[in-house]
């Protein structure tokens, strides 16, 4: 996948059009545990959910540059 960006002016993405961009992690509570050793802003921590089909996973948000959401989601494989 391509993610092609180009610098403008800077204001969070919640709420426009695009509000969050996820990624999936394979160890959600190492991957916090190293963004935050890297001054990462956890937005809401690890917590897990179970979908309509019963499938549980567990995700994450992080705060991006300029305020950017950006969301780890765990799922089985």
């Known amino acids: ?5 180009q610098k403008g002016d800077a ?3 919640e709420g426009h059009a695009i509000d969050h961009i996820g990624w999936r992690a394979a160890d959600l509570n190492a991957k916090i545990a190293e963004l935050k050793t890297k001054a990462v802003k956890v937005t809401t921590e690890p ?3 179970t979908l309509a089909d019963k499938t549980q996973i567990s995700f994450a948000y992080v705060e991006g540059p300029a305020g950017s959401k950006i969301e780890l989601v765990q799922r089985p494989r």
């Open 1 to 5: 996948m391509w993610v092609l960006v």
């Open 11 to 13: 204001t969070p993405s």
């Open 47 to 49: 917590r897990a959910l």
